[in-house]
């Protein structure tokens, strides 16, 4: 058994970490939470002691201010605060520092995104094998438990992953893993988690077709799919951290990964990067001081924590899983659905951090149980998937499973065509007004002379039956 467990970092997600591991004390004990800003601490103990989340009321809440770069630093608190399990949510550039850390005081290590350097984006694949994996040696020597991408994607769609291969199919063919948002936070243009990071995500398309790394431009590979609860949502082919491991622990012959774009995200996307203001590479004013474009974007936009009180709809996030069970064809759709309002209403977050708070905690509590305190690094989908989604079932994350009739109209076609087909298809159409900026995310309207309206094309469809 493993006890007491130290939360590096104070975002959103860390939020939902700390309201999560709170109700959880009995098993995991102690929480510290730490970050560089011990303000964004205290306000998330605020938050949990105003809910009355503390499941065991004699377990200890506190915070700590920590530089998660400075290795002592961090091994110093682990010690101090006798932390057997570290949850790290902190940026994806402090990943390497707080592992070392760990490795030094034997502590567990659980992380939600892949190790990230400040000054590379979207590095040749696989991206762990840059980074985590190197440390795998280290890690079994010294019997250090250390799982890898244990939020949702990466993470649970790990764990939907083993789950396929455990109980649904004995070949598989193709993985898609679909991520879409429907909710709406009611402002201009915002990211729901970090903008900086978001953005080092979609400068190219890493995906895994045919047993090999392919490379495609962002946003030109677009599928439109019906999804359970959110109805039909534009996806686009994107890189993403789970299919770096993906590639190599589960037999499939290919592996891609989809996230949900509104048109207007599309367009302010592109108008940054076009004009440079998404480079991750300093620049130099005329002033002579030096910024960094991508900083200074982040800056300007919404703290994804403050999109959290108005933020209404759902998000989907799931597998489509194509292969073969007892010598037939078989499709299924393994998901999970999450309300935005009723995430904040529980424990006063937006969907996004919920979905990716909630799986972390989850795996501390198996770690600090022993079922996945495994001594050496792994990532999620070469654990038993079984009992971590039977733990999300209870706090908050219920997982749902839908048989879908092979190559029927509710299939997720994922094959990608000649890219110059799918750029044909994936061109996104925006209204803009400078007067008002905010016409752009109202919903569209029919226009006469211009789109029919749904009674126009049903007193058509009248006259077409009458004939």
Known sequence: MRKNVLIIGAGGVAHVAAHKAA?????????????????KCDAIIESITRRGHLKNPEGRLYSARLDALDIPATVELIRRSDSGIVINLGAAFINMSVLEACIETGAAYIDTAIHED?????????????????????????????????????????????????????????????????????????????????FREFIKVWTWID?????????????????PVVGKQPVYLNGHDELHSLFKNIDADSIRFWMGFGDHYINVFTVLRTLGFLSHLPVTLTTGQEVVPLKVVKALLPDPMTLAPGYTGN?????????????????????????????????????????????????????????????KMVNVEELDP????????????????????????????????ALEEELADSTATVTVSAANPMIALAPAKAKRGNVKSDSDKEKKGRKKKEK
Not at 211 to 227: A, C, G, I
Not at 340 to 365: D, F, L, N, R
Not at 398 to 416: H, L, M, N, Q, Y
């Open 386 to 417: 079984e009992p971590f989604i039977a733990i999300l079932d209870r706090i908050g994350l219920p997982t749902e499973v839908k048989e879908i009739k092979p190559d029927s109209k509710r299939s997720f076609d994922g094959t990608v065509r």
């Open 118 to 198: 400040p000054d590379k984006v979207c590095e040749e694949p696989p991206w762990y094998a840059n980074y985590e994996w190197q440390r795998k040696e280290r890690c079994a020597e010294k019997n250090i438990t250390a799982i890898l991408g244990a939020g949702f994607d990466p993470g649970v769609v790990n764990a939907y992953c083993a789950l396929a291969v455990k109980r649904y199919f004995d070949k598989i063919e193709t993985i898609d893993i679909l991520d879409v948002n429907a909710g709406s936070h009611g402002r201009y243009f915002s990211t729901n988690f970090d903008p900086e990071i978001n």
């Open 23 to 39: 109700m959880n004390n009995d098993v995991l004990g102690d929480i510290c939470i730490a970050s560089r800003t011990l303000d």
């Open 211 to 227: 047993r090999q790394w392919k490379e495609y431009p962002t946003h030109s590979v677009k599928r439109l799919y019906d999804f």
């Open 315 to 375: 998000t989907c996030i799931g597998n489509f899983v194509k292969g073969w069970k007892d010598g037939k064809r078989r499709e299924v759709l393994i998901y999970q659905v999450s309300d935005h309002k009723k995430c904040y209403e529980e424990v006063e977050s937006q969907g996004i951090s919920y979905t990716a708070g909630v799986p972390p905690v989850a795996a501390a509590m198996l770690v600090a149980t022993g079922e996945w305190d495994v001594l």
